[in-house]
């Protein structure tokens, strides 16, 4: 908390009984400069004061009523300003904002912003907790067109209203438009040149408050604001530049006490020191159904065309990233609106949609021209027209903005217009109105900016691109003098390698238009209006080359080189692109490793939807080609990296990434490389400080019990990995009882995989100890180790207090009867296991008979998976008597367990009883056609049972007949599978005839089952009359080729593998 200053009820006196209104105004400013917000005490205590609250009252009244006028009627506070009711709070910066294009930043992120913390703008300015204090230095920050202003008004335009910010007695809005038309400034004229109602009347505030200034759009700023560089002043009166001015307000030289909300695109918003920013926001961009109230306020009263413009931009996935956007989404919705306009003035012709960035400006200039479009390849009468008097405006203002952004400069005054030539009679124009905003300033002048950035730079792109026909030296050179530099190539090549060179990316996007230009369809689309016919059509090639010939071997692919392809695909050359997309698609990767195939491949990452589904880069990659990618895969969410023989070097690269703080990685897959325990620390190292990744697959590598305990240390202070594979990786008991400890003081684990790690009696103990404590672990996965029976009564104990755990896999782990039965005695007092996978053990009858007594307790266990032990037709018997009597078990696994026909009997009893029973298996169990048909006849009254698996359960012609009637009468039923029994023609003949009449099954298996010509000739019949069947196996019958191309014609809808 910073130590307020008390003030002397002489200093407020001698404030309340200034009388000229300078020595108001000089009464105000003293009182911010040493109290800030606080102003003057209320003046219920001071009988003397002449006018007391009602004359400060209606100071502030005035105050606000100026604010509305000016902010109240503003058109983008519409529907969509329930989107700027919050923020997200973000803890500083990242590389990618701070150095990359705000189009690359939407690219890069998919439009997807951080899963950050929401604060509500009423909010905004308290503190986060009882015990932290209000922020004095407030940033926030959001890409071009993302609507800072629009939310500085929308807060003004509450706050004047009372709804918002009733903390603050005073709030006092500046743009650096306004700010740029002053040279100097002083501290009380800035504050009287938007409260004016201070030099009126003596000077009274009625509440301690504090006061907010508000400084809106600091890229917009005309000279940078250097920290290191100013000069400190605390003198209010003082006239120095304005930067130094804002500069020792942020420094709290000047105000010390007062609120600053900075707001700013993200790149520009570095220039203030992260050690003086108490919090900093982010404006998130527009959802889905955002996008299309967006549209909505295009096309009010047009429906159907909203719905093709909103269908046109979901299917570009480049185009719908923009639109989160908002005076993007408008500039679109403009676009393809008239786009769709003159399709209908088209009558022999649909005119193509645009498939690039430049082809989508294109119609927009178009619709700023009034144009109509082409008309059988003539230019319309009214383009023809007004061709030469609007090529000659967007000329002049094309070199404004080419200059402007050569020179960082995105705010114009008239100085600025007259400099460059612009006719200020026509700024009034509706082309104009189209490119350029008109905004009157504190100062009473006027500012213009174009209507979007991306504006800007297609219109400095068109300009270059006409100017640099006729140039002769280099246009990005301020004085105009240079070596000379002929023809249109030798000028692209020149801007190619600026924007290049340019560390900011401020020519990305510029060089993406220039490049555009080149397209003969945006040429056909501007010819006329913007470009001459045909003008540098012949270069495209040459520039294609001089694009790919900036594709060095760097050591990683970097934002400049995907530009590079970005302008490739302006232009229409995609060749390369389209080669690495095959050999993605074909599983070639692997053989292309040159520079610009690397480029293509981060392209494609970034553009397609693998960036926000599943990167696969399995089998293809090595360390030198991943090293390259590296910039690029931090903003996939989901990555495979399967399969390539990374060593523990390349781990270290891993590592840098997940540590990174742009790092949107969520899901990781290294499974059989061969990373061992120093990779793992590498890991691990990363672990400590990444917010994003929730899922790590180590499966098959070596990192032993050294790794592990790596990993484990990291987990103790990691809060966001919920799942963790560490299957086959030789961690030993070691590697788990490090494991455990982590465990204890970790609740964010979900998912822990530990299978084929040689963990052994000891290994399980300490595990169970920290399922004693830990309530966050979903999935323990222990199968394939050698835990015993003493493993097994350690869980067992952990089971009974645990209440955590839903799924725990114990498959081959060497439990005999003893340790099923603790295991069970630990179910009838458990409520939260859902799954017990207690496959390939040692569990005989007598161990059944306690899994029975505990399915009668039990009310929550939901998996049962009891394949390959010993059960035979005793034990499976006190089974199914169980189930008859279970209320909550859902899957049965019974495969493999040397069932025979009397077991069978007794779980088709169970069947008729049974109402939760949804999936049954039998596989390899010889139960035979008695079996078969007990089961069958349980089919005819369950109504929960919808996957039956009988593989190799020796059933002939009688079973698969009971079956088949069966089918005929059930309607719940979904997958049969009897796959390697020998029901012959007779049984599919049955079965037949039943799925003439069952309209339920999905999935029929009849794979080798001697079904022969005959067999296939009733199946045959049958799938023609079906419509509900899907799917069906008939591989390993001797149908022959007629048999084949007879069931192949029965059905258009049900898939055949035969």
């Not at 609250?53 to 529907?79: K, T």
């Not at 979904?974 to 796959?979: G, K, P, S, T, Y």
């Not at 196996?1033 to 001797?1038: A, E």
């Amino acid at each position: 908390m910073r130590k307020q200053e008390v003030r002397t009820d002489g200093e407020t006196c001698r404030a309340y009984n200034a009388v000229s209104p300078a020595e108001q105004v000089k009464a105000l400013v003293d009182l911010l400069a040493r109290n800030g917000g606080q102003l003057l005490q209320a003046p219920s205590k001071m009988p003397d004061s002449p006018l007391g609250s009602q004359s400060n009252d209606s100071r502030i009244r005035r105050h606000c009523e100026a604010l509305l006028s000016r902010v109240g009627n503003d058109p983008e506070l519409g529907s969509l300003s329930h989107r700027l009711a919050s923020l997200l709070l973000v803890e500083g910066l990242t590389d990618l904002q701070l150095r990359e294009h705000d189009f690359t930043q939407v690219e890069a992120t998919r439009g997807v912003w951080h899963s950050a913390r929401a604060i509500t703008l009423d909010r905004l300015f308290l503190p986060l907790s009882r015990v932290s204090i209000p922020p004095r230095i407030s940033v926030t920050i959001g890409v071009a067109g993302i609507g800072k202003t629009t939310l500085v008004r929308h807060f003004v335009r509450c706050w004047a209203r009372g709804q918002v910010g009733k903390n603050f007695s005073l709030v006092l809005p500046f743009t650096f438009r306004d700010l740029n038309t002053y040279e100097k400034l002083s501290a009380d004229k800035l504050i009287h040149s938007v409260f004016p109602n201070a030099g009126e009347g003596n000077l009274e505030v009625t509440a301690p408050n504090r006061v907010l200034l508000v400084l809106d759009g600091l890229d917009e700023c005309k000279t940078p604001l250097e920290f290191s560089n100013t000069m400190a002043c605390t003198d209010p009166k003082k006239e120095i530049q304005v930067d130094h001015l804002i500069t020792n307000i942020i420094r709290g030289n000047l105000f010390p006490e007062i609120s600053v909300w900075i707001t700013s695109r993200p790149s520009a918003a570095g220039q203030v020191p992260g050690g003086l920013v108490d919090r900093m926001t982010e404006i998130r961009g527009l959802t889905e159904e955002e996008i299309k109230a967006c549209l909505e306020q295009v096309f009010p009263e047009d429906p159907n065309l909203l719905g093709q413009v909103l269908t046109q931009i979901k299917a570009n996935k480049a185009l719908y990233l923009m639109c989160t956007v908002p005076a993007f989404c408008r500039l679109v919705g403009l676009a393809l609106g008239h786009l769709y306009h003159s399709n209908l003035a088209v009558q022999d012709a649909e005119l193509p949609l645009p498939l690039t960035l430049c082809e989508l400006y294109s119609w927009y200039f178009r619709m700023a021209f009034g144009g109509e479009g082409r008309d059988k390849g003539k230019v319309s009468p009214r383009i023809e027209q007004m061709a030469q008097g609007a090529r000659k405006m967007v000329g002049t203002l094309g070199r404004l903005a080419f200059h402007g952004l050569v020179k960082k400069k995105y705010v114009f005054y008239e100085q600025d217009m007259k400099a460059f030539g612009v006719d200020l009679t026509l700024l009034q124009s509706a082309l104009c109105g189209c490119l350029l905003q008109r905004e009157e300033t504190l100062a009473s002048s006027a500012a213009y900016c174009f209507t979007h950035l991306s504006l800007q730079e297609f219109v400095a792109a068109t300009y270059y691109f006409s100017a640099s026909k006729r140039a002769i030296f280099d246009l990005f050179t301020e004085s105009g003098m240079s070596w000379p530099r002929l023809g249109f190539l030798t000028h692209f090549r020149c801007a190619a390698q600026r924007a290049t060179q340019a560390q900011d990316g401020r020519l990305d996007v510029f060089l993406r238009f220039l490049s555009g230009l080149l397209s003969p369809r945006v040429n056909t689309l501007l010819a006329g209006s913007l470009l001459a016919q045909g003008e540098h059509q012949n270069y495209r090639a040459q520039a294609a080359e001089v694009l790919q010939g900036l594709l060095r071997p760097d050591t990683a692919v970097c934002a400049r080189g995907i530009n590079v392809l970005y302008c490739l695909h302006e232009m229409q050359h995609t060749e390369l692109a389209r080669s690495v997309e095959e050999a993605m698609q074909s599983g070639t990767l692997a053989g292309l490793t040159s520079p610009s195939h690397r480029t293509a491949l981060a392209y494609l990452l970034q553009l397609s939807d693998i960036r926000s589904q599943e990167a696969n880069l399995s089998l293809c990659l090595s360390q030198s080609v991943l090293q390259s990618l590296l910039p690029q895969l931090l903003y996939c969410q989901s990555l495979r990296l399967d399969n390539n023989q990374f060593q523990d070097p390349v781990m270290e690269l891993l590592g840098s990434v997940l540590s990174g703080k742009d790092c949107r990685i969520q899901n990781i897959s290294l499974t059989e490389n061969q990373i061992g325990n120093k990779g793992a620390k590498a890991l691990a190292r990363s672990l400590l400080v990444n917010r994003s990744l929730t899922t790590l697959d180590l499966r098959s590598n070596t990192i032993g019990p050294q790794g592990a305990k790596a990993l484990a240390d990291a987990l103790k202070i990691n809060r966001t990995l919920t799942s963790l594979s560490l299957q086959s990786n030789v961690i030993k008991d070691d590697g788990v009882m490090c494991m455990a400890e982590a465990l204890v003081s970790n609740q964010t684990i979900a998912i822990l995989q530990l299978q084929k790690n040689l963990i052994g009696p000891k290994g399980a103990q300490q595990m169970a100890d920290a399922l004693k404590q830990n309530k966050s672990l979903k999935e323990l996965m222990f199968s394939s180790n050698t835990i015993g029976d003493r493993g097994a009564m350690a869980l067992a104990e952990a089971l009974k207090v645990n209440q955590g755990l839903e799924n725990l896999d114990l498959q081959s782990n060497a439990i005999s009867n003893t340790g099923v039965a603790v295991l069970m005695r630990a179910l009838h007092v458990n409520q939260t296991l859902s799954s017990l996978n207690l496959r390939e053990n040692s569990i005989s009858p007598e161990g059944a008979r306690a899994l029975a007594q505990a399915l009668r307790m039990n009310s929550t266990l939901r998996h049962l998976d009891l394949t390959a032990n010993l059960l035979h037709d005793q034990g499976a018997r006190a089974i199914a008597v169980a189930v008859g009597e279970n209320h909550s078990l859902t899957h049965l696994h019974l495969q493999w367990n040397f069932i025979q026909a009397g077991a069978a009997r007794a779980l088709g009893q169970a069947l008729q009883l049974n109402r939760t029973l949804t999936t049954l298996d039998l596989q390899e169990n010889a139960i035979g056609d008695d079996g078969a048909s007990a089961v069958a006849g349980a089919l005819k009254v369950n109504t929960t049972l919808t996957a039956l698996y009988l593989q190799v359960a020796s059933i002939g012609t009688q079973g698969a007949q009971a079956l088949g009637e069966a089918l005929g009468v059930n309607r719940t039923l979904e997958i049969l599978d009897l796959r390697g029994n020998d029901i012959g023609v007779p049984g599919a003949k049955a079965l037949a005839n039943a799925l003439k009449l069952n309209s339920s099954l999905r999935r029929l298996n009849l794979q080798e089952n001697s079904l022969g010509m005959d067999g296939a000739i009733y199946i045959a019949a049958a799938l023609s009359e079906n419509r509900g069947l899907r799917h069906i196996n008939l591989q390993g019958n001797p149908i022959g080729e007629s048999g084949a191309r007879m069931i192949s014609e029965a059905t258009k809808t049900c898939m055949v593998e035969m």
